[in-house]
């Protein structure tokens, strides 16, 4: 069956640098991709709508410029957290089609 | 906007039925679906209604009632393993465009 493949799995990174997380779909093209965002013990909430070839839907409230979404393949879309902070500290997940199908997720620690 | 309710806790006994319950506001409706997802786990989908009644895969069923705005996520035998956290989920508010998650219900199974 289709399946979606996150990287890296977990991130520690300094406060102020910035880390890239990798979503790919491994066996089946996918010219959307959505990124959520889950804070322990909460519910996922979409950050943004990565769209193949032309920009990405943000979510109202997330920073645009502070998390920087690419999707140049049908197969790959990368999330940039820009200038991290430790308030960014989070569980990020991927998917590659409405519902079915998500990354394992990345657990993001800035120190 | 779009909003769904759960309850926030649930317990259950091994081998017994529970009902994790969900309502939802949404100004288009296109669908209602069931997420596991275990502790820093990625969310695995369970299930899918759109129409008004009961679905059945193996010991789970979901129910909805499009008229009272309401579904549920039936788990039968339980079984150690289905200690999780629950979301529903619907699409929209205007067709299959994204997905907005409920609070999520932690179920927790005991001897």
């Known amino acids: 069956g289709a399946v979606v493949s996150q990287h890296p799995s977990w991130v520690i990174c300094k406060s102020g640098t910035s880390v890239k997380i990798e979503c790919r779909s491994l066996d089946f093209q996918a010219t959307t991709m959505f990124w959520y965002r889950q804070f322990p013990k909460q519910s996922l909430m979409l950050m943004a709508t990565s769209n193949e070839g032309s920009k990405a839907t943000y979510e109202q409230g997330v920073e645009k410029d502070k998390f920087l979404i690419n999707h140049a393949s049908l197969t790959l879309s990368t999330l940039t957290v820009t200038s991290a902070h430790p308030e960014d500290s989070s569980f990020y997940i991927c998917?590659?089609?409405?519902?079915?199908?998500f990354g394992q997720g990345t657990r993001l620690t800035v120190v | 906007g779009q909003s769904l309710e759960q309850p926030s806790e649930v317990t259950a006994v091994e081998g017994a039925i529970v009902q994790i319950n969900c309502t939802y506001q949404?100004?288009?409706?296109?669908?209602l679906s069931w997420y596991q997802q275990h502790d820093g786990g990625a969310p695995t989908f369970l299930s899918y209604?759109?129409?008004?009644g009961l679905e059945e895969t193996g010991r789970f069923s979901s129910f909805l009632s499009r008229s009272d705005s309401y579904g549920y996520l039936l788990l039968q035998e339980l079984q150690m393993k289905d200690s999780a956290s629950y979301f529903c989920?619907?699409?929209?508010?205007?067709?299959?465009?994204?997905?907005?998650f409920g609070t999520g219900t932690r179920l927790t199974i005991i001897p």
């Open positions: 998917s590659a089609t409405l519902e079915a199908f």
């Open positions: 949404t100004s288009g409706f296109y669908g």
């Open positions: 989920a619907v699409r929209g508010p205007f067709g299959n465009e994204k997905l907005t």
């Open positions: 209604n759109a129409l008004d």
